[in-house]
């Protein structure tokens, strides 16, 4: 196993000071330059009759161009198998108290969606990543900076504790791991807060793709990823040499959903994206973290089997983080579905590749 546990290796990351808050952990609650770099556009005539996605970088006829939404998933064992999150084109996983994670699941085509969650809480640093993709927020509630945001209106979003309509009680599950959306109520609750589903006039893109599967030509061997966030969470990926994704495992077992059908209902993903950045506890009650977003620092980028460094940049709270390759080319990643952990620096933080 090749162990890569970086602590704080930013190359100009803004200044925070990193603190332990003396809470144990809970258990409750990229690639080099290539003969294939051009960019797919919208404007590609070989695809006629279908329309770019550019959460996954690929056609198709079904899609429709529209703001995506973005909508917080419990993570905790006791919540799982989750519901629909095999359908999101993107998946973020960030730290949130007691050393435990959060989903954000990014979906282009939500209205028919069955049944989505469960869902939890926002927090004010997803708040802001799905600014990045001008997303529609979806989430159960909030952390105090989280309110703090939301009553600024600073991204539109749809929460169950104002708006009930939009979500639902499951008897089967035990709260808090019980509150769901679907498609239709989401699709509703955009209609009844009159929200536009066109992107803004400032929107740009975060992520960029290769207009067709690119091999990492100097990239080592990344057939298993670790991710750990902490003591509680680690997280790992395995490559599925067959389906050419990774498979997705948590609490040392295939992260499945359980709507999908039974013979592919594990989550996997193309690409891999593994940012580090740095967490620091900014209420010792609670354990409530900050995540630094603004700045530079170091990453990974993993397809097909392989990884390479990377690194990643955002100049401001209002603008779009940005990964790029070693030599500062912009990192096109492979066309498919992508999952992005933003880990920490600290002692208990770390990703290898075996």
């Known amino acids: 196993m090749r162990?890569?546990?970086l602590a704080a290796t930013f190359l100009t990351i803004a200044a925070l000071g990193l603190f332990g808050c003396g809470k144990k952990e809970e258990t409750t609650e990229a690639t080099t330059e290539a003969t294939t770099t051009q960019e797919a556009t919208t404007e590609d005539t070989s695809h006629a009759g279908m329309t770019y996605n550019e959460l996954t970088g690929e056609w198709s006829a079904d899609y429709v161009s529209r703001r995506p939404v973005a909508v917080m998933i419990n993570n905790l064992k006791e919540a799982l198998p989750s519901s629909s999150t095999k359908q999101a084109d993107v998946i973020y996983e960030c730290m949130v108290e007691g050393g435990i994670t959060r989903l954000m699941a990014i979906y282009s085509n939500y209205e028919n969606?069955?049944?989505v969650g469960s869902i939890r809480s926002a927090r004010h640093y997803y708040i802001n990543i799905a600014n990045e993709y001008n997303a529609i927020y979806?989430?159960?509630?909030?952390?105090?900076?989280?309110?703090?945001?939301?009553?600024?209106?600073?991204i539109d979003n749809i929460n169950g504790l104002t708006y009930d309509t939009g979500?639902?009680?499951?008897?089967?599950?035990?709260?808090?791991?019980?509150?769901?959306?679907?498609?239709?109520?989401?699709?509703?609750?955009?209609q009844d807060f009159g929200y536009s589903t066109e992107y803004s006039d400032s929107h740009e893109k975060v992520l960029s793709f290769n207009e067709n599967e690119t091999e990492l030509a100097d990239g080592q061997a990344a057939s298993k990823i670790h991710v750990n966030f902490s003591n509680y969470s680690k997280p790992y990926f395995i490559?599925?040499?067959?389906?050419?994704?990774?498979?997705?495992?948590?609490?040392?077992?295939p992260q499945v959903d359980n709507l999908?059908?039974?013979n592919d209902n594990v989550l996997n993903f193309k690409n891999v994206i593994i940012q580090i950045s740095q967490y620091e506890c900014i209420n010792p009650e609670n354990d409530l973290q900050e995540l630094t977003q603004v700045g530079e620092g170091k990453g990974y980028y993993c397809t097909d089997g392989k990884e390479i460094p990377i690194t990643w940049k955002k100049e401001s709270n209002d603008g779009v983080t940005k990964y790029y390759t070693e030599d500062g080319q912009e990192l096109l990643l492979n066309p498919g579905k992508t999952w992005i952990s933003i880990i920490g620096s600290g002692e208990n933080a770390g990703v290898s590749f075996e």
Not at 138 to 154: C, F, I, T
Not at 239 to 253: G, H, I, L, Q, S
């Open 167 to 190: 979500f639902y009680r499951d008897d089967s599950r035990v709260a808090p791991h019980n509150a769901y959306t679907s498609g239709e109520r989401i699709v509703k609750g955009i």
């Open 260 to 262: 999908a059908d039974e």
């Open 113 to 115: 969606l069955e049944k």
């Open 138 to 154: 979806v989430h159960y509630g909030q952390s105090k900076p989280a309110k703090e945001r939301l009553d600024k209106h600073v």
């Open 3 to 5: 162990k890569r546990i």
């Open 239 to 253: 490559y599925n040499e067959e389906t050419k994704v990774y498979d997705r495992y948590e609490y040392d077992a």
